[in-house]
């Protein structure tokens, strides 16, 4: 875990470095949903505080867990039944993707949650999201709903070796943020870009990407173990 960490922290720097940023406007976020607690715990151990789930069950599991201090993020499909279980125990939402959705954080949420629009850059079908336009329409329509504070978007890139591909997808979300934050909507200010995994951080990071979500490079998988 620690040479994993220090590797990746070398990787962002690197990608700061080749795009004029600073390190600290990135954050990361160890995506934990493939590991046990103990490795999340270790994880918090090397500093970093950002933990993320893609399912309710394992966010609670790890969260009765853990006492430590840690910001949860929520990156995962969300069940329209389980909103109030979820948003009420998070601290980020990376996944609004229907406005049922909205509707319900709206009826269930106790106070703002800061959420991401997921956006499907690619238009593949097997991903959720919106297309660029939509999300554009939806974000202005949304207003009215006080509890879904939009600080972002996001997007998954497609798995592919094409890196240009890949880069082009990050770059027209940034692109599509630029435009939605320049309305300086109160509800939206919308100046966060959630994209980069494990395969693409790098290049997120060189597009914009202020929060990575970073899994199996980061903390493994459950059969590596505890390492
Ligand atoms: C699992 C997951 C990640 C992390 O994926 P890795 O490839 O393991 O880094 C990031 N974002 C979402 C939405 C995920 O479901």
């Not at 590797?7 to 940023?21: F, Y």
């Not at 948003?87 to 269930?108: A, C, F, G």
């Not at 943020?177 to 951080?201: Q, V, Y």
């Amino acid at each position: 875990m620690k040479q994993r960490k220090e590797q990746i922290e070398k990787d962002i720097l690197a990608a700061c470095e080749r795009s004029n940023r600073n390190r600290s406007d990135v954050k990361v976020v160890a995506i934990t949903k493939q590991v046990s607690v103990s490795t999340a715990k270790a994880a918090f151990q090397e500093g970093i505080c950002h933990l993320g789930e893609n399912r309710l069950e394992g966010l609670q599991q790890k969260q009765t867990a853990m006492e430590e201090n840690v910001q949860w993020h929520f990156v995962g499909n969300v069940q329209s039944r389980k909103v109030r279980e979820l948003v009420n125990n998070i601290d980020y939402l990376h996944s609004v993707d229907r406005l049922s959705l909205v509707k319900e954080i709206q009826k269930r949420a106790e106070q703002p949650v800061k959420c991401f629009i997921q956006v499907n850059v690619s238009g593949e079908q097997s991903k959720s999201g919106f297309t660029p336009d939509e999300a554009e329409a939806f974000i202005d329509a949304i207003q009215q709903y006080d509890k879904v504070h939009v600080i972002g978007l996001m997007t998954m890139a497609p798995f592919t070796e094409d890196t240009e591909l890949i880069r082009s997808v990050f770059r027209s979300l940034r692109e599509l943020r630029d435009r939605i934050a320049a309305k300086k909507l109160p509800h939206a200010p919308c100046t966060e870009l959630s994209m980069g995994m494990s395969n693409d951080f790098e290049i997120a990071i060189e597009e914009g990407a202020t929060f990575v979500r970073i899994g199996t490079a980061l903390v493994g998988t459950e059969s590596e173990g505890d390492e």
